[in-house]
T-cell receptor, first 118, second 112 residues
C-alpha cells in the first residue's frame, strides 16, 4: 500500500529558529500533498495544499511567509516553520493524495511531527 | 460550505459492547466519504471510502454505512485495541483539487 514518510517525528527548537519538516511518498508519486496542523483533541486544520512544481495554496489565515512549503519533486514536500515562536508548537501532519474509485482521492498520512518551540 | 459533524465527541465502551459513531455531513456534490482511525501522537490511518448512499463496507469489527445525509461507523464487540479517535471526512467537487473536510472526530475508549 501507499506509504508516506514524515521526518522528524518530533523536534524541539529555540524561539526564533527555523525548522524544516519533510514529507516523502515512498512508493508512489504524489502530485498533490496537504499539510495539516492539529491541536490537542481537535481535528485536522488544513494549512496548505502543495502542488509539485508550483506554488502552494494556503488556507485563509495561514501566514505563507511563516510556513514555507516547497514541493520540488513528485515524492517530496517540505514545510519550513520560519522564526518559530512558542505559539507555533503543534502537531504537523502531511498527507499525499491518491486517486481512488470514481476520482475520489484517498489521503495517505504521514506519522506526524511534534514541534515544541521553547 | 461543506460541513462535517461527528457525534458523540467521546465514547466509552466495555469490551464486547457494540455501538455506532455518527458522521453527519453537508456537501454539494459528494465525491466520497472517508473514515480514518487516529492513534495518539500518530497520523490518521485510512479505513474506508464510501461513494454513494446505501453503500456498506466492512473490516474486521468495523462496518461503515452511508446515507445521503450521514454515515455510521458500527463497532461490533469492540476490543481495547479499538481505542482511538475516529475521523470522518468528505470530499466534494472543489475545482480540481478535491480538498477533504474533516470532522472533529470521536474519541473511543474501550475498557477491558
Amino acid at each position: 500500500g501507499a506509504v508516506v514518510s514524515q521526518h522528524p517525528s518530533w523536534v524541539i527548537c529555540k524561539s526564533g529558529t527555523s525548522v524544516k519538516i519533510e514529507c516523502r511518498s515512498l512508493d508512489f508519486q504524489a502530485t498533490t500533498m496537504f499539510w495539516y496542523r492539529q491541536f490537542p483533541k481537535q481535528s485536522l486544520m488544513l494549512m496548505a495544499t502543495s502542488n509539485e512544481g508550483s506554488k502552494a495554496t494556503y488556507e485563509q489565515g495561514v501566514e505563507k511567509d511563516k510556513f514555507l512549503i516547497n514541493h520540488a519533486s513528485l515524492t517530496l514536500s517540505t514545510l519550513t516553520v520560519t522564526s518559530a515562536h512558542p505559539e507555533d508548537s503543534s502537531f504537523y501532519i502531511c498527507s499525499a493524495s491518491l486517486a481512488g474509485e470514481t476520482g475520489a482521492n484517498v489521503l495517505t498520512f504521514g506519522a506526524g511531527s511534534r514541534l515544541t518551540v521553547l | 460550505e461543506d460541513q462535517v459533524t461527528q457525534s458523540p465527541e467521546a465514547l466509552r465502551l466495555q469490551e464486547g459492547e457494540s455501538s455506532s459513531l455518527n458522521c453527519s455531513y453537508t456537501v454539494s456534490g459528494l465525491r466520497g466519504l472517508f473514515w480514518y482511525r487516529q492513534d495518539p501522537g500518530k497520523g490518521p490511518e485510512f479505513l474506508f471510502t464510501l461513494y454513494s448512499a446505501g453503500e456498506e463496507k466492512e473490516k474486521e469489527r468495523l462496518k461503515a454505512t452511508l446515507t445521503k445525509k450521514e454515515s455510521f461507523l458500527h463497532i461490533t464487540a469492540p476490543k481495547p485495541e479499538d481505542s482511538a479517535t475516529y475521523l470522518c471526512a468528505v470530499q466534494a467537487h472543489q475545482g480540481g483539487s478535491y480538498i477533504p473536510t474533516f470532522g472533529r472526530g470521536t474519541s473511543l475508549i474501550v475498557h477491558p
